[in-house]
Every structure is written in C-alpha cells, then in structure tokens.
C-alpha cells in the first residue's frame, strides 16, 4: 500500500517568515495530494490540493509543490502568522479506492 | 450550513463496554470515512463505505463494526475487543472521484 512520510515533525519559525513542510510517498499511482490545517480540539480542514498533472499551486500566502519523478510534494507558507500555527497533515490518495494515506502531522509553532 | 456532525464531543466509559460514535453528514457525499487518531501517529482508517448497505475493513479494523443503512449516517461502534479504545475519533466523508475529505470535529473517548 501507499507510504507517506512528512518532516519535519515540529517546526518553529519567526512571525513574518516561511515555512515549509516536506512530504514523500511511495506509490506511483497516486495522483492526488491534499493539505490540512488541524487546531487544538477541531478535525482537520483542507487548505491546498494538488493534481498529479499540476506541478504548482498557489492560493495566496500558501502554496504547494510536486515533483511526480521524485515522489515528494511541499507545503509553503509565507509571511507566517500566529494563527497559521496549527498541526498541517499531507495526504495522497488514489482515483481507485478513494483512500487517503495521511503523514504523520507537523506541528507549526509561529511565534510573535 | 453544510457539514458533519460528531457526537459527542467527549465521552467516557468503563473498560468491557461497547460504545457507539455518531457521524451524521448533511453534504449528500456518498463516501463516509472513520479515522483515529493518536499522538504522533496521524490519521489511520478504521473503516470506510462508499455506498448505502456497503463499507470495507481500513488499515485498523480490528475491534471496530461500523452500519451503514442511511447515506448520511455512518455510526462507529467501539467493543469490549478493542485492546486500547482510548483515542480521537474522526469522521470524513466526500464525494466520488478526485476530492477532497471533509472532516467532523471528533470525538474524544476515553476508556478506563
């Protein structure tokens, strides 16, 4: 099955800086690659997306990245905010199946 | 507003009791999902349906049953063989094809 793997777990940056968080996943047939933003007590909520036929997507401060050859795909924030920090999950999911592999979380801490 | 409705937020119950999770979605998506979620280990599928009357085993199925008679219904039942219950319980849903999940608030159980 699908392996997704995110770094880093724990990620600190200074109120007006970026942040990128990595993620990696293993199967080819992947084609879709979402983003979640979680805060404390709350399920998670989509921020991004990404096709496999798309290799860059940009909604305002936030972007994300794809490279099919390699299997990785970044999430990018810039001019961080205090209340961009949260728990951010990748997923990869598959046409076939409508199952999602989510990563293990990164937990983004901007501080004023 | 549209959306998914997990009851209860918070729930408690002494070891050897079945519980049930409530997952109620007013979105009309025909997939409905239930992920749990611990410290540092992501989301991991528990189950998941596609259709009315129909739902397949996800990665940690053991100790869990799940119905799904109701499109916009999809109870998880947590049994007394469920070795550590204790968790954050998520329910997605979403529609066909190439979509995003959208997620309830969870609900935290704990077993003691």
């Known amino acids: 099955g699908e392996n997704v793997e995110q770094h880093p777990s724990t990620l600190s940056v200074q109120e007006g800086d970026s942040a990128v968080i990595k993620c990696t996943y293993s199967?080819?047939?992947?084609?879709?690659f979402p983003w979640y933003k979680q805060e404390l007590g709350k399920g998670p909520q989509l921020i991004i997306d990404?096709?496999?036929?798309?290799g860059e997507k940009k909604d305002q401060r936030i972007a994300v990245t794809l490279n099919k050859t390699a299997k990785h795909f970044s999430l990018h924030i810039t001019e961080t905010q205090p209340e961009d920090s949260a728990v951010y999950f990748c997923?990869?999911?598959?046409?076939?199946?409508?199952?999602?592999?989510f990563g293990t979380g990164t937990s983004l801490t901007v501080i004023p | 507003d549209g959306g998914i409705t997990q009851s209860p937020k918070y729930l408690f119950r002494k070891e050897g009791q079945n519980v049930t999770l409530s997952c109620e979605q007013n979105?009309?998506?025909?997939?409905m999902y239930w992920y749990r979620q611990d410290p540092g280990q992501g989301l991991r599928l528990i189950y998941y349906?596609?259709?009315?009357?129909?739902?397949q085993k996800g990665d940690i199925a053991e100790g869990y049953s799940v119905s799904r008679e109701k499109k916009e219904s999809f109870p998880l039942t947590v049994t007394s063989a469920q070795k550590n219950p204790t968790a954050f319980y998520l329910c997605?849903?979403?529609?066909?094809?190439?979509?995003?999940?959208?997620f309830g608030n969870g609900t935290r159980l704990t077993v003691t």
């Open positions: 997605a849903s979403s529609t066909t094809g190439v979509s995003p999940l959208h």
């Open positions: 199967d080819s047939a992947s084609n879709y």
């Open positions: 990404i096709r496999s036929n798309v």
């Open positions: 997923a990869a999911s598959m046409v076939t199946g409508n199952q999602f592999y």
């Open positions: 979105l009309n998506h025909d997939a």
């Open positions: 349906s596609q259709i009315v009357n129909d739902f």
